[in-house]
């Protein structure tokens, strides 16, 4: 219990620490997000055959529509919340995309009907608070790119929670399986699109390269590796709990590490959107599936 404890928190200290790395690569978001999934694909085919482990496509069949829309929703994913980066601090950033399971219960109410409950209620509007808090409406005219920025860093929330949605209509494929099918998926939805804009992929310098490198190889294969085999090991809440790591992590990167700034009234609100994001992850008896746990962050970093 204590080494899969470990292998999660792990997962969450470098995605809370992708950012270091995002920024020094001199490629659009569109690219990055392109090149990382390559890189992650690769690296995860290369494992597989390593430990002679074939996928299971008859299951994969069965959940041929969760996996394309979860697949093309995660380069779209990937794209806006690496934009965010580019206009607003990481903290902001990764507030504004921690919005993503307010949006799973606004979502799940008006597509699939559920009704919802006081404590639901109550996580959206404080999260709603919290977001209006972020925004700082009051100083928008000074900082242009502010609103560029929680654009991308909510366009990021949205697709976060498409695939959230998404992974839950998935139950034949396995966990590593749906990372590859999905990155791969991402790949084909990618590619035109950064084709048909033009690639700067020629004018990459080498730390910008050794980034991206590490960006698919530790923080995107080797980083889900770690969650994967984790989190068939803890129970629900206890994932649930320790994947908070993620934003504490981003947002002391962002601090500490990159020297960004953050006002007190833009933390309060992204303490209030994390605490309204954690309540509406836990139930009120406290249980919850490990596997329904393990969307939160499957795919989504």
Same mark, same amino acid.
């Given at each position: 219990?204590?080494?899969?404890?470990?292998? !999660?928190?792990?997962?969450?200290?470098?995605?809370?620490?992708?950012?270091?790395?995002?920024?020094?690569?001199?490629?659009?978001?569109?690219?990055?997000?392109?090149?990382?999934?390559? *890189? @992650?694909?690769?690296? !995860?085919?290369?494992?597989?055959?390593?430990?002679? &482990?074939?996928?299971?496509?008859?299951?994969?069949?069965?959940?041929?529509?969760?996996?394309?829309?979860?697949?093309?929703?995660?380069?779209?994913?990937?794209?806006?919340?690496?934009?965010?980066? &580019?206009?607003?601090?990481?903290?902001?950033?990764?507030?504004?995309?921690?919005?993503?399971?307010?949006?799973?219960?606004?979502?799940?109410?008006?597509?699939?009907?559920?009704?919802?409950?006081?404590?639901?209620?109550?996580?959206?509007?404080?999260?709603?608070?919290?977001?209006? !808090?972020? /925004?700082?409406?009051?100083?928008?005219? &000074?900082?242009?790119?502010?609103?560029? #920025?929680?654009?991308?860093?909510?366009?990021?929330?949205?697709?976060?929670? =498409?695939?959230?949605?998404?992974?839950?209509?998935?139950?034949?494929?396995?966990?590593?399986?749906?990372?590859?099918?999905?990155?791969? =998926?991402? *790949?084909?939805?990618?590619?035109?699109?950064?084709?048909?804009?033009?690639?700067? =992929?020629?004018?990459?310098?080498?730390?910008?390269?050794?980034?991206? $490198?590490?960006?698919?190889? *530790?923080?995107?294969?080797?980083?889900?590796?770690?969650?994967?085999?984790?989190?068939?090991?803890?129970?629900?809440?206890?994932?649930?709990?320790?994947?908070?790591?993620?934003?504490?992590?981003?947002?002391?990167?962002?601090?500490?590490?990159?020297?960004?700034? =953050?006002?007190? *009234?833009?933390? $309060? #609100?992204?303490?209030?959107? /994390?605490?309204? @994001?954690?309540?509406?992850?836990?139930?009120?008896?406290?249980?919850?599936?490990?596997?329904?746990?393990?969307?939160?962050?499957?795919?989504?970093?």
């Amino acid at each position: 219990m204590r080494t899969a404890q470990i292998k !999660l928190l792990s997962a969450m200290a470098l995605w809370g620490t992708m950012s270091l790395f995002v920024k020094n690569i001199n490629l659009t978001s569109a690219e990055i997000a392109l090149y990382r999934a390559i *890189i @992650a694909v690769v690296t !995860l085919v290369l494992l597989r055959v390593l430990l002679h &482990q074939k996928i299971d496509w008859q299951a994969c069949r069965k959940d041929w529509l969760g996996l394309l829309i979860s697949g093309s929703a995660l380069g779209l994913n990937w794209t806006m919340l690496f934009s965010a980066y &580019q206009y607003v601090s990481v903290s902001v950033a990764t507030l504004c995309y921690y919005f993503a399971p307010t949006l799973i219960i606004l979502f799940s109410a008006l597509l699939f009907h559920e009704v919802m409950n006081r404590r639901q209620w109550l996580c959206f509007i404080v999260s709603t608070l919290g977001l209006i !808090l972020i /925004i700082n409406v009051s100083h928008l005219d &000074q900082q242009p790119a502010l609103l560029k #920025g929680i654009f991308f860093g909510l366009s990021a929330a949205v697709f976060y929670a =498409i695939i959230m949605l998404a992974n839950k209509t998935i139950h034949h494929t396995s966990g590593l399986e749906r990372t590859l099918i999905q990155l791969s =998926i991402s *790949i084909v939805f990618l590619l035109p699109y950064c084709l048909f804009n033009g690639s700067s =992929i020629q004018s990459i310098t080498l730390p910008s390269l050794l980034n991206l $490198f590490i960006l698919g190889i *530790i923080y995107t294969a080797f980083a889900y590796f770690l969650f994967f085999s984790a989190i068939k090991e803890l129970s629900g809440q206890k994932a649930a709990l320790l994947t908070y790591i993620d934003p504490l992590t981003a947002i002391l990167t962002s601090a500490l590490i990159l020297h960004e700034t =953050i006002v007190p *009234i833009q933390l $309060f #609100g992204g303490l209030l959107i /994390i605490c309204a @994001a954690l309540i509406s992850e836990l139930t009120p008896k406290g249980k919850i599936k490990a596997d329904e746990a393990s969307i939160h962050k499957q795919n989504a970093h």
